[in-house]
């Protein structure tokens, strides 16, 4: 088993930055895959950005440019560094672990007012 606790999460004006974390506990394997995903009112859950045990990245294309992700490997944490943020990235960002199965956490809100 594996929990995810997600922290970071606010109210922010547009143009203004966030930064997530997310630390995994339990049995957590060497070789993963971390990433944020997002869901707003009324919209299906989406992809924003993952990092494999190697440092790949992967980016939707609506935040490349404004968002970053990484992780830290010795304290079990995935980071998303959110820059010039837009109302539109208003959501709930959730984390996902994956290794031999699937994991999330319970999610932290975004909101940014224009």
């Known amino acids: 088993q594996v929990q995810l606790m997600e922290s970071g999460g606010g109210l922010v004006q547009a143009g203004g930055s966030l930064r997530l974390s997310c630390v995994a506990t339990?049995?957590?394997?060497?070789?993963?895959?971390m990433g944020w995903y997002r869901q707003a009112p009324g919209k299906q859950r989406e992809a924003v950005a993952t990092?494999?045990?190697?440092?790949?990245?992967r980016y939707a294309d609506s935040v490349k440019g404004r968002f970053t992700i990484s992780r830290d490997d010795a304290k079990n944490t995935v980071y998303l560094q959110m820059n010039s943020l837009e109302p539109e990235d208003t959501a709930v960002y959730y984390c996902?672990?994956?290794?031999?199965?699937?994991?999330w956490g319970q999610g932290t809100q975004v909101t940014v007012s224009s």
């Open positions: 996902r672990y994956i290794a031999s199965d699937v994991y």
């Open positions: 990092i494999n045990s190697g440092g790949m990245t």
């Open positions: 339990g049995s957590v394997a060497r070789i993963n895959v």
